[in-house]
């Protein structure tokens, strides 16, 4: 166990929804990244905060967005849901003090079907 | 554009036999390059990264710079060895440091 917590665990829903996936970093630790993983995209990293700020982005598309709050956890958006967006959604979270030494943390991940 | 390329889906061997889990990189500055390993129905752990020379469950990976590879082998596979391994980099900038991965290799021992 990693100590880095997503909920839900599964989440089914239609095209067109709107859906919020949560994780929780380990204690402590101020840098979140969101991956996605898709049979045909593989794994692909999202999106990162560090200590409330996003700090880079990657191939995120504008109908998904993230925060992070004061208490540190994340939450990953993802709105006007297409079958496309159907994938196994990665938090990882990282040291306090961001160095070369830095080691993400992946929590469990939260599989989302889109019908 | 920075790439990491596993050019094996699937890799099949015997109990014993040495194993060989191939990943080739973009040259794109001085990456930092890692391998993570994701058990069944378990989360990504990271098995091992090239600035710390370790050896984690029998397995190394020495970066080839020449080649811009980072393979990596173990000399006897075991059962419990089987899962999915993703290679993957990420650039020595501090604070930005979302991991590119290749698209995984699935290792299956066999009796």
Not at chain 2, 65 to 87: I, N, R, V, W
Request: a positive charge; glycine letters at 8%.
């Amino acid at each position: 166990d990693s100590g880095v917590t997503q909920t839900p665990k599964h989440l089914i829903t239609a095209t067109g929804q709107r859906v919020t996936l949560r994780c929780s970093p380990r204690s402590g630790d101020l840098s979140v990244y969101w991956y996605q993983q898709s049979l045909d995209q593989g794994l692909q990293f999202l999106i990162q905060y560090y200590n409330g700020e996003e700090r880079a982005k990657g191939n995120i598309l504008e109908r998904f967005s993230a925060q992070q709050f004061p208490d540190l956890h994340s939450e990953l958006n993802l709105s006007s849901l297409e079958l496309g967006d159907s994938a196994l959604y990665f938090c990882a979270s990282s040291a306090t003090r961001v160095s070369i030494w830095e080691t993400q943390y992946f929590g469990p991940g939260t599989r989302l079907l889109v019908l | 554009a920075q790439r990491v390329t596993q050019p094996e889906k699937l890799l099949s061997v015997f109990k014993g036999a040495p194993v060989e889990l191939k990943c080739n990189y973009s040259y794109s500055g001085s990456p930092e390059l890692f391998w993570y390993v994701q058990y069944s129905r378990q989360r990504l752990q990271l098995l091992l990264r090239h600035i710390s020379r370790e050896s984690i469950k029998g397995f190394t990976a020495d970066l080839n710079k020449g080649e811009t590879s980072f393979h990596l082998k173990k000399p006897f596979a075991q059962e419990e060895d089987s899962a999915m391994y993703y290679c993957a980099r990420t650039p020595m900038d501090t604070g930005r440091r979302a991991l590119t991965f290749g698209s995984g290799t699935r290792l299956q021992v066999q009796p």
